[in-house]
């Protein structure tokens, strides 16, 4: 089953009531799963999830990004990251309890390249989650070198890891390649990031994801997420530089004749 999501809440004006700024509640209306990237940044509190539920139908799930502290972008000797474990834990208590979370993202940085440090690392991640589910994304290209990508994915298949693939443009540096390979019987996860050479190569922001998919590359994009061997498979768009990614989604679902149930109502108008 191909669910069908996006990334940054407030950046899809063309789905906002207001015409500018996207809501969670705005997004319910279209979409069953959502990943909310806050938590890199800050991870959120409890009462924050549980005010995205209140937004929501009972049955949307969520994708939860893990904070820059836990995923090795940043260290500073002030920030106790075990103690970040825990609140995160914390704070997705409540999806846990209503079975709404789909993963704990672990966007890993470019620099995190293939090593026994780095691979203890992840072992440590499972201690600290034994029962939590965890997805990861690669941003070095090291972990999918023919010599170790077969290690790689046994690595993320005995953590019992949801593989993040990703379609990017391959630039000479800072890219990897699209590897559709399931690690999970339950979910993988397919994130979309636009084809953007200059935009990727220059790793800047929004050029970076600034791109819309033309309706071929979706289709192509569809073959691709069906070769996961998981029960469901997370198609994720991150290609909002501009605010295509709200757009390209809902093409992909109308191409792939995707039907929904549970969706929140969509606001009608009189006008």
Do not use: C
């Not at 390649?177 to 800047?204: C, E, K, M």
Request: glycine content about 4%; overall charge neutral.
């Amino acid at each position: 089953m191909l669910e069908v999501g996006l990334t940054a809440v407030a950046d899809h004006p063309t789905l906002a009531a207001n015409g500018k700024t996207s809501s969670l509640k705005d997004l319910a209306q279209y979409f069953p799963i959502m990943e909310m990237d806050t938590g890199f940044y800050r991870i959120p509190s409890r009462q924050t999830v549980l005010n995205w539920q209140a937004q929501v139908p009972s049955g949307m799930r969520f994708i939860i990004k893990a904070s820059q502290w836990m995923t090795l972008h940043k260290e500073d000797p002030e920030i106790d990251v075990a103690a970040q474990f825990n609140q995160l834990r914390e704070a997705v208590s409540p999806l846990i309890q209503s079975q709404q979370l789909v993963a704990l993202m672990f966007q890993m940085p470019p620099w995190f390249a293939v090593t026994a440090t780095n691979v203890r690392y992840f072992q440590r991640v499972r201690r600290l989650y034994p029962d939590l589910p965890v997805a990861v994304e690669f941003r070095h290209d090291s972990w999918y070198l023919p010599e170790y990508r077969q290690s790689t994915l046994s690595l993320l298949k005995q953590l019992h890891f949801i593989h993040i693939a990703v379609d990017e443009p391959q630039t000479p540096a800072g890219s990897v390649p699209l590897v559709p390979v399931a690690t999970n019987p339950d979910w993988s996860i397919l994130r979309l990031h636009g084809r953007n050479y200059a935009g990727w190569q220059a790793n800047q922001m929004p050029g970076r994801t600034s791109y819309r998919y033309l309706d071929s590359e979706l289709l192509e994009l569809a073959d691709v997420a069906k070769q996961f061997q998981s029960q469901h498979t997370a198609v994720i768009f991150n290609n909002n530089g501009q605010g295509d990614a709200a757009d390209n989604a809902l093409r992909f679902i109308a191409q792939q004749h995707l039907d929904y149930r549970g969706l929140a109502p969509q606001q009608t108008t009189l006008f």
